[in-house]
Every structure is written in structure tokens, then in C-alpha cells.
């Protein structure tokens, strides 16, 4: 295989052995019809299992529709699309050119799929535990902010709603830089908005903290919160 997917599998801990695989779960089907169609039908079963079992033990009181509830946002594709832009998952994407012109390599549902994918491959390529320790990684600061209480809204909604009731555009994120290896890197985001006259910053272990910090800042910039 080529260096290539020699680089994304550094990026993913060294986790895969059979690089052919990895190869296949990053291949759209406008590249080629050997695609990751099938390897993301596994990896989103795999996903939700590996979530369902770890929110079961982490909350033994919860009801099933609470359980429910934390899952679906988990493995949202929203959510999934983070993962992957914090790996750089797109710009090892093989897309058609049309694909790649229209802008693939950034779109939610592309670097989803490609995720799962990612996740069928590797339970293919290991086994479960293997599987089940990189989506503890991926997931881990999320699972860790989760509660069974109805979440306050977050500072990015907040943002978003203080602006459209000023009739101002969405907000704005941007990463701007990501520091350090794989496993421990830190990013670095911008919030641009209407009603600000400089963006202003956030950092955090994943890109999701990062912009939650960004728009927290916006929030005081525009006397909206308190400081501290």
C-alpha cells in the first residue's frame, strides 16, 4: 500500500494491520465500485453496539429512552463528521473528480460514512476490542460531558440564537491550527460573527471543545455572559 495510507494509519494509532482494508473504508463509490458502502453498513452496527454497551454500564439507573437519547446525539452524523475532521480524515478520501470539485472531502455525510467504514475495517482487520478501544478514544471527552439531566443548551446554540434573534447571520468557526501527535493533539478555532469586530478564540482536545470555547468567548465579547 502506498505511503499514504501508511500516514492515515499513524494518524489512527498504528491500529490497522491489513493497510488494503483502511484502503477500501476511505474509497468513495464515485471513485471506484470496490468502495466503503459495505465496510460503513458494518462499522455503523459495530458503532452503535460499542455506544449502547458503554452508556448501559455507565448509567445503570437510566431509562431506555434516556439511553436512547445519548446514543442517537453521540452517533449523529454530526458528531461522526467532528471525529473524522479531528483525524484528518479528508484529505485521504479517494473521491471522483466531480465529488472532489463540489467538495466532498469537507461534507458531513462523506466524512461520516467514511468513519464507519473506518470502524468495520478495523473489526475486520483485528477484533472487537480493538475496535472498541479506538471509539473509547474518539469518544472519550464526549462520554465524559454526558448527564442523564436534560442538557442546558450549550454555548454554540446560545450564540446561534442570540444572533438570529438580532437578525444577524450564523456564526462562523474556523480551525485555524491543530498542535501535537494524534492521540494528544489540541486545536485551535475562530468565531467570526456579525456583531463581533475581531473573531475570538477557543482551544480544547477536539474540535467540538474548541468551538464550544470560541463561542463561550463570543458570548462575553458581546456582553451576553460574565467573564469567569
Known sequence: MSSRDEKL????GSAFTNLGLLNQAVTHRSYSGNNNERLEF?????????IAE???RRFPTAREGQLSRLRANLVKRETLAEI??????????????????????KRDS????AL???IGALFLDRDLPAVRERI???FESRLKDLSLEDPQKDSKTRLQEYLQANRCSLPDYTVVSAV???????????CAAALLETPVAGSGSSIRIAEQEAAAQALITLGVDKAG
Open 180 to 190: 501535537g501527535k494524534a492521540h494528544a493533539r489540541t486545536f485551535y478555532v475562530e
Open 54 to 56: 458503554d452508556l448501559y
Open 84 to 105: 473524522a475532521r479531528e483525524v484528518e480524515l479528508g484529505e485521504f478520501l479517494l473521491l471522483g473528480q466531480g465529488e472532489q470539485k463540489s467538495g466532498g472531502s
Open 116 to 118: 464507519e467504514a473506518i
Open 136 to 138: 473509547t478514544h474518539w
Open 110 to 113: 462523506i466524512l461520516a460514512d
Open 42 to 50: 458494518l462499522g455503523d452496527a459495530i458503532l452503535n453496539f460499542l
Open 9 to 12: 494509519n499513524l494518524k489512527l
